[in-house]
């Protein structure tokens, strides 16, 4: 997947008032890779290559910075603030422990071992794994969970265009905790 293959996408990105930067060299994409631990699925390292939209995106070439590291952890965050205020836990966890010191410790455990969700738009994310084209994009808020597009070139139309997709269980890939989350609709509570 070449990053030509998103003059489309990036024209609507334009048209919704985004301002793109020149794209990611191959080198600035290794170098966040490393830093944080993952790779870029092909589609999004193509887009990204293509071109870095800016604003409430996440600036790839601020590796380090405040607002990419919050970004990264938006989603374990937003979980433990339903822990905390709403009585979150996730059965697979096993018993809710007694403190919200700990159950945050097994949250945090638990998040890292499910794929990383890699910062796309605010709170959009596209899971790291597998890495393939095709992972949906989640829009993730708390445990509020839901998918935003099948893929990411579907996420691009519905955020910033005017398709909408139909995101039925047949249509979009399952990604391992997440999917499951989404299915339950992020409701179980101890």
Do not use: K
């Not at 060299?25 to 490393?34: G, N, Q, W, Y």
């Not at 994310?125 to 084209?133: G, I, N, Q, T, W």
């Not at 909408?164 to 391992?176: E, G, L």
């Amino acid at each position: 997947m070449t990053a030509a293959n998103w003059d489309a996408e990036l024209a609507l990105l334009r048209e919704s008032g985004a301002r793109l930067d020149p794209g990611l060299s191959p080198t600035e994409l290794a170098a966040a890779e490393r830093h944080y631990g993952f790779r870029f699925p092909p589609d999004l390292r193509a887009l990204l290559s293509a071109a870095l939209p800016v604003g409430d995106f996440p600036d790839w070439r601020s590796i380090g910075s405040p607002e990419l590291d919050g970004m990264l952890r938006w989603p374990l965050e937003g979980i433990q603030f339903d822990i905390e205020h709403s009585g979150f836990w996730w059965p697979t966890w096993g018993p809710r422990p007694v403190t919200l010191e700990e159950a945050f410790a097994v949250a945090e455990r638990e998040i890292a071992a499910a794929p990383l969700l890699i910062p796309v738009y605010s709170h959009r994310y596209l899971p790291a794994e597998p890495c393939e084209s095709g992972n949906p994009v989640m829009s993730v808020y708390q445990t509020d969970i839901i998918y935003y597009g099948r893929d990411l070139r579907v996420y691009v139309a519905n955020e910033f265009g005017v398709r909408r997709d139909c995101t039925d269980d047949d249509t979009v890939r399952s990604v391992r905790f997440w999917s499951d989350l989404i299915a339950a609709g992020g409701a179980p509570a101890a």
